[in-house]
């Protein structure tokens, strides 16, 4: 059997690389990047994949039974044809079973609302393709927020719009061990699965940081626009748009889900605090 991963050069790929080596050995994974050379240090075969590129795709398929296909990260429109790029190409190449990589969040308002309803046009061409199938949603991954924790730090507070809001979050490593467990097993073929932990506010993700860093923060709620405002002025017009989008989500509710990560993964998700312990001792 070989199961091969896109985008593995990046964080979530190199993650679930890592996981199904460990679970399948090495010489049933393959990596397909669409920078080889970052993705080497693996162990693994690598073949090269560009999402933009179905040709590179159908070489970079032969001979693969499974295919976990990591969610792009151009522009919503882009990245529905990129994800067809993989799918015809599984296809072509009698590819049996594709994993996809999707995401939790709001599908009808907010500035993040075209990314999530990208992701969920590949849903819908995953789900008409004739072949297995299975979905994850990812939740937020806490990383981000941790890696920003200086600046957190430097301001005293955690600010931003998500106001009450609760957001379930997840890490890269439990994604990674939910998504290996799909790819292997049938009886997940087919299903749709919200991948996150135990949702929690913004205020309690202040406490939980202050728990395992010893920082001080405490949380303050700004509105939309000026979050928004704030966001643009340092990420620029695309990105803080997205934050903004993400933030405004949590705020309306989008991300206060319950959770399938335990049928899909077959064990709990970590708390919130291991998450944020396990990102402390790296
Ligand atoms: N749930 C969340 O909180 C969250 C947050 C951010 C992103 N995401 C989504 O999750 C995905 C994985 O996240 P990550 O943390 O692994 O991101 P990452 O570490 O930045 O990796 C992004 C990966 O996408 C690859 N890529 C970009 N354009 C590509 C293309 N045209 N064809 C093939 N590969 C391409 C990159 O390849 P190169 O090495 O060649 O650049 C890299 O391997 C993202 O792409 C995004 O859709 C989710």
């Given at each position: ?5 896109t ?20 010489a049933?994974?393959i ?19 560009d999402y ?6 159908e070489?970079?398929l ?6 976990l ?18 799918i015809?190409a599984?296809k ?10 999707s ?44 890696e920003y ?6 301001a ?25 467990q ?11 699965y919200?991948l ?15 728990q ?26 695309f990105?803080?748009?997205?934050i ?17 990560y ?10 919130p ?10």
């Amino acid at each position: 059997m070989k199961i091969a991963v896109t985008s593995a050069s990046g964080q979530l790929g190199s993650a679930i690389t890592r996981q199904l080596i460990e679970e399948i050995g090495e010489a049933h994974v393959i990596g397909i990047a669409r920078t080889p050379k970052k993705a080497e240090h693996l162990g693994v075969e690598i073949r090269k994949g560009d999402y933009n590129n179905r040709g590179e795709f159908e070489a970079a398929l032969k001979g693969v039974d499974k295919v976990l296909l990591v969610s792009g990260m151009d522009d919503p429109q882009k990245r529905i044809g990129q994800h067809r790029n993989v799918i015809g190409a599984a296809k072509s190449n009698g590819v049996k079973k594709i994993v996809y990589t999707s995401i939790i969040g709001d599908e009808n308002q907010t500035a993040f609302q075209p990314i999530v309803k990208s992701n969920r046009q590949t849903e819908e061409d995953l789900r008409n393709s004739g072949l297995e199938w299975a979905i994850g949603r990812n939740g937020i991954y806490i990383e981000p927020d941790l890696e920003y924790l200086d600046h957190y730090v430097a301001a005293g507070e955690i600010s931003n719009c998500a106001g009450d809001g609760k957001c379930a979050y997840t890490s890269r490593n439990e994604l990674a061990q939910a998504y290996t467990q799909m790819l292997l097993g049938d009886e997940h073929n087919g299903q749709t699965y919200n991948l996150a932990g135990e949702p929690i506010t913004q205020a309690e993700l202040a406490r939980l940081i202050n728990q395992v860093y010893g920082t001080k923060l405490v949380y303050r709620p700004v509105s939309v626009a000026a979050y928004e405002q704030d966001r643009k002025a340092e990420l620029g017009e695309f990105m803080g748009t997205i934050i903004a989008g993400i933030y405004e989500g949590i705020l309306n509710g989008a991300n206060d889900v319950p959770s399938d990560y335990e049928k899909a993964a077959g064990r709990p998700h970590l708390s919130p605090l291991e998450l944020i312990e396990n990102f402390k001792l790296g």
